[in-house]
């Protein structure tokens, strides 16, 4: 059974860093890709980026301006979002997702507030 699991969400302030969490089990882990979402209140969910199955590649939306960083542990199972220079507009619930053909398996996620 897929399961996900963030963790590392919090209230920082404005300029401020967190670090998620992404802990995947049921899975060969290492061998799926695994992106990153995020949803605020009355907002579209956004595709944050993603990391390739090997960690060599990640691609990130243009929001993020060399903010975030993805990486992951395989010996893990264990993907990571690293943020840095929060801003209030970031403030949203943190998602990761895996592919496999066509099912999406996703977290629950991980709330992440940016205010002063």
């Known amino acids: 059974q897929v399961h996900l699991v963030e963790s590392g969400g919090g209230l920082v302030q404005p300029g401020g860093s967190l670090r998620l969490s992404c802990a995947a089990s049921g899975f060969t882990f290492r061998t799926y890709a695994i992106d990153w979402y995020r949803r605020a209140p009355g907002r579209e969910r956004e595709q944050v980026g993603f990391?390739?199955?090997?960690?060599?590649?990640?691609k990130y939306a243009d929001f993020v301006k060399g903010r975030f960083t993805i990486s992951r542990d395989n010996t893990k199972s264990t993907v990571y979002l690293e943020m840095t220079d929060l801003q209030p507009e970031d403030s949203a619930t943190y998602y990761c997702m895996v592919e496999m053909g066509e099912d999406e398996y996703w977290g629950q996620g991980t709330q992440v507030t940016v205010s002063s």
């Open positions: 990391i390739t199955a090997s960690g060599r590649r990640t």
